[in-house]
């Protein structure tokens, strides 16, 4: 017996040796957020960070009809500006921010409005009924923490989020508890990093046509373009989720909804990028969501997947009123002649869609409400109600609206 | 397969009762074995990896040390260690172009196997038949495409057989083949993050001398 038991001690030390090992690896961005409020939030106010997406006037005075900063204004809003009154354009084509805050019966204005150059603060502040009300910090063309945004050469202000946020600290010395904060950013970062990305590929792939590069070569090149995109949007996203965690959590903000990106490469835009890139496309949300989530993770906050949203929404347009979702409905050309030439890209900020106005720059035939986009990347009025109606979904599911 | 272990176990136990004492209880083996793998994976996935990329492991040949008892004259049991051997992948599919050296690591593989010979202890050649655990973890894991690679430890069987051949009651040579359960979860962080899971799927081929005491 002694032969024996000397063997089963080696068996128990080695099956010691196995129930010490590792158990799974951890996979980044598998567990999300956790801790929010799940208690109705009696909202005072709505406190919005972000671009474009968010954004509900900060370029007006690059959209005068004058041509000199003041009113009326025909454009200001990433998407379909259409209204009766010149001087407030957008009523008529609320962003998913506006109709939020209408439901919440909450006025939200802009922190700031300028162009090249010059700015205003809190413009709503003229009347002091509304003096609290400029807390719609987003910005088009805005990143997260890079302050060279999209647009910032030709005039626009780009004050990415990070400053964003760090301006509210500045006029409120911190959150409310009765804020209802969003937070929407990463797509410009985005958009700058496959514009990178896509620059790269084209020196590597003129390389290799003539000859300088094996394909093998070439191959092991694009993936390093690609991965060093992944990389910033990897940055770009621990960053933003930084910023949430000791620039908002940390300075009051109990309702914190953070949006993720959708697929850019479903866009207009991206159904024109070469179908080889359109993947690299879709990663740089995709990477961004993970880190997003990752460097949220246990976090007091919700993350409405509007990756998920919009993929649903792709699956069956018609089931939430669209006929067309890949054809922009402002006319680039319309817009080009409106401004002069000066605008050649057909940004929807410069689409006015008022029925008769001259400055009507829709396509012949276009629908602002069951198109989904205005431009290459903007949703229409219709784009903007079913994001609004998604995340006023999200928020009674979280418990914080009724 | 892990039935067969406590099964033999209890052989082994029943027939330690019997009287039988042997002038040798125990051996130290030392050899060469060869690690051959034929890897199956279900895919590399993970944000921007192009469909239908994959990798596939290689083979690696390390120094083997086994320590036997002998419970009865035809049973035993064995410790099984070596130098871990480096096993390395190399990309195929989609991202061949990749090449190798995309993920390396050393199995540090102790296993416990329970042999039955086919022959008394005074035969020359003794055949053996084996039946174990395996257990495997992955050390010095190194990837061109991710900092940080963190790999599951394996458990699995294994089954053995071999012969034993006697130049004198001490001193004598061996030879085995083998096949393991070995596999793993990857999971690689870098820019974005890369899993698979990999079956190795491993062959072992060992010879050497024992030495019998």
């Given at each position: 017996?002694?032969s024996?038991r000397?063997?089963?001690?080696?068996?128990?030390?080695?099956?010691?040796?196995?129930?010490?090992?590792?158990?799974?690896?951890?996979?980044?961005?598998?567990d999300?957020?956790?801790?929010?409020?799940t208690?109705?939030?009696a909202?005072?106010a709505v406190?919005?960070?972000?671009?474009?997406?968010s954004?509900?006037?900060?370029?007006?005075?690059?959209?005068?009809?004058?041509?000199?900063?003041?009113p009326?204004?025909?454009?200001?809003?990433f998407t379909?500006n259409?209204t009766?009154?010149?001087?407030?354009?957008?009523?008529?084509a609320?962003l998913?921010?506006?109709?939020?805050?209408g439901?919440?019966?909450l006025?939200?204005?802009?922190?700031?409005i300028?162009?090249a150059g010059s700015s205003?603060?809190?413009?709503?502040?003229?009347?002091?009924a509304l003096?609290?009300?400029?807390?719609?910090?987003?910005q088009?063309?805005?990143?997260?923490?890079d302050?060279?945004?999209?647009g910032?050469?030709?005039?626009?202000l780009?004050?990415?989020?990070?400053?964003?946020?760090?301006?509210?600290?500045?006029?409120?010395?911190?959150?409310?508890?009765?804020?209802?904060?969003?937070?929407?950013?990463?797509?410009n970062?985005?958009?700058?990093?496959?514009?990178v990305?896509?620059?790269?590929?084209?020196?590597?792939?003129?390389?290799?046509?003539?000859?300088?590069?094996?394909?093998?070569?070439?191959?092991?090149l694009?993936?390093d373009?690609?991965?060093?995109?992944?990389g910033?949007?990897?940055?770009?996203?621990?960053?933003?989720g930084?910023?949430?965690?000791?620039?908002?959590l940390?300075?009051?903000?109990?309702?914190?909804?953070?949006m993720?990106?959708?697929?850019?490469?479903?866009?207009?835009?991206?159904?024109?990028?070469?179908?080889?890139?359109?993947?690299?496309?879709?990663?740089?949300?995709e990477?961004?969501?993970?880190?997003?989530?990752?460097?949220?993770?246990?976090?007091?906050?919700?993350?409405?997947?509007?990756?998920?949203?919009?993929?649903?929404l792709?699956?069956d347009?018609?089931?939430f009123?669209f006929?067309?979702?890949?054809t922009?409905?402002?006319?680039?050309?319309?817009?080009?002649?409106l401004?002069?030439?000066a605008?050649?890209?057909g940004?929807?900020?410069?689409?006015?869609?008022?029925p008769?106005?001259p400055?009507?720059?829709?396509a012949?035939?276009a629908?602002i409400?069951?198109?989904?986009?205005?431009?290459g990347?903007?949703?229409?009025?219709?784009?903007?109600?079913?994001?609004?109606?998604?995340?006023?979904?999200?928020?009674?599911?979280?418990?914080?609206?009724? | 397969?892990?039935?067969?272990?406590?099964t033999l176990?209890?052989?082994?136990?029943?027939?330690?009762a019997?009287?039988?004492v042997h002038a040798q209880?125990?051996?130290?083996?030392?050899g060469?074995?060869?690690?051959?793998?034929?890897s199956?994976s279900?895919g590399?996935?993970g944000?921007?990896?192009?469909?239908g990329?994959?990798?596939e492991?290689?083979?690696?040949?390390?120094?083997?040390?086994?320590?036997?008892?002998?419970?009865?004259?035809?049973?035993?049991?064995?410790l099984v260690?070596?130098?871990?051997?480096r096993?390395?992948?190399?990309?195929?599919?989609?991202?061949?172009?990749?090449?190798?050296g995309v993920?390396?690591?050393?199995?540090?593989s102790p296993?416990?196997?329970?042999?039955?010979?086919l022959?008394?202890?005074?035969?020359?050649?003794?055949?053996?038949?084996?039946?174990g655990i395996?257990?495997t973890?992955?050390?010095?894991?190194?990837?061109t495409?991710?900092?940080?690679v963190?790999m599951?430890?394996?458990t699995?069987?294994?089954?053995?057989?071999?012969?034993a051949?006697a130049?004198?009651?001490?001193?004598g040579?061996?030879?085995?083949?083998?096949?393991?359960?070995?596999?793993?979860?990857?999971?690689?962080?870098g820019?974005?993050?890369?899993t698979?899971?990999?079956?190795?799927?491993?062959?072992?081929?060992?010879?050497?001398?024992?030495y019998r005491?």
């Amino acid at each position: 017996m002694k032969s024996l038991r000397s063997w089963l001690i080696t068996a128990v030390a080695v099956a010691g040796l196995v129930a010490c090992g590792g158990g799974d690896p951890y996979v980044p961005g598998s567990d999300g957020p956790a801790g929010a409020p799940t208690t109705k939030g009696a909202f005072s106010a709505v406190v919005s960070f972000g671009d474009s997406l968010s954004d509900i006037g900060t370029y007006k005075p690059a959209t005068s009809l004058a041509g000199n900063g003041t009113p009326p204004f025909f454009g200001g809003k990433f998407t379909t500006n259409a209204t009766t009154d010149p001087v407030s354009p957008g009523d008529d084509a609320p962003l998913w921010i506006d109709r939020v805050a209408g439901a919440l019966g909450l006025v939200v204005t802009q922190a700031e409005i300028g162009f090249a150059g010059s700015s205003v603060k809190c413009p709503a502040a003229s009347v002091p009924a509304l003096a609290t009300t400029c807390t719609a910090y987003a910005q088009g063309g805005a990143r997260v923490t890079d302050p060279e945004g999209i647009g910032k050469a030709g005039g626009a202000l780009t004050v990415p989020v990070k400053t964003q946020i760090a301006n509210h600290l500045a006029a409120f010395g911190g959150f409310d508890a009765d804020d209802l904060v969003v937070v929407w950013a990463g797509a410009n970062d985005a958009l700058v990093q496959f514009g990178v990305f896509a620059a790269t590929a084209a020196q590597i792939q003129a390389q290799a046509a003539a000859g300088a590069l094996t394909p093998d070569q070439a191959n092991a090149l694009l993936l390093d373009a690609q991965l060093q995109a992944l990389g910033a949007m990897k940055q770009a996203a621990i960053e933003l989720g930084g910023y949430i965690r000791s620039d908002i959590l940390d300075k009051g903000a109990r309702y914190v909804a953070v949006m993720n990106l959708p697929d850019i490469a479903s866009t207009p835009f991206g159904q024109l990028v070469p179908a080889s890139a359109r993947p690299v496309l879709t990663a740089l949300s995709e990477n961004f969501n993970l880190w997003l989530r990752e460097s949220l993770r246990d976090q007091p906050v919700q993350l409405l997947d509007m990756f998920a949203f919009y993929r649903e929404l792709l699956a069956d347009p018609t089931g939430f009123g669209f006929v067309d979702i890949v054809t922009p409905v402002c006319s680039a050309a319309a817009i080009e002649a409106l401004t002069g030439g000066a605008v050649t890209d057909g940004s929807s900020l410069f689409c006015n869609a008022t029925p008769g106005a001259p400055y009507n720059t829709l396509a012949a035939g276009a629908d602002i409400d069951n198109w989904l986009f205005a431009d290459g990347v903007h949703p229409t009025r219709g784009g903007h109600a079913v994001i609004a109606a998604q995340v006023l979904d999200e928020l009674r599911a979280f418990g914080w609206i009724d | 397969m892990r039935i067969l272990v406590p099964t033999l176990l209890a052989a082994g136990l029943a027939a330690s009762a019997a009287p039988a004492v042997h002038a040798q209880d125990n051996s130290l083996m030392v050899g060469v074995t060869r690690y051959t793998t034929d890897s199956k994976s279900n895919g590399i996935s993970g944000v921007g990896v192009p469909p239908g990329a994959d990798a596939e492991t290689g083979d690696a040949t390390t120094l083997l040390l086994v320590y036997e008892r002998a419970l009865t004259p035809r049973l035993s049991g064995q410790l099984v260690l070596g130098i871990p051997p480096r096993i390395e992948a190399r990309a195929t599919g989609s991202v061949a172009f990749l090449g190798d050296g995309v993920l390396s690591a050393r199995n540090v593989s102790p296993t416990l196997i329970a042999k039955y010979y086919l022959a008394d202890p005074s035969a020359r050649w003794r055949p053996y038949l084996g039946a174990g655990i395996n257990y495997t973890r992955f050390v010095d894991i190194r990837s061109t495409l991710a900092d940080d690679v963190k790999m599951k430890d394996s458990t699995g069987w294994v089954l053995e057989a071999g012969v034993a051949y006697a130049i004198d009651p001490r001193w004598g040579l061996f030879g085995s083949v083998a096949r393991l359960d070995v596999q793993s979860e990857v999971v690689a962080v870098g820019a974005t993050v890369l899993t698979t899971k990999i079956d190795f799927r491993p062959v072992t081929y060992s010879f050497g001398a024992y030495y019998r005491f």
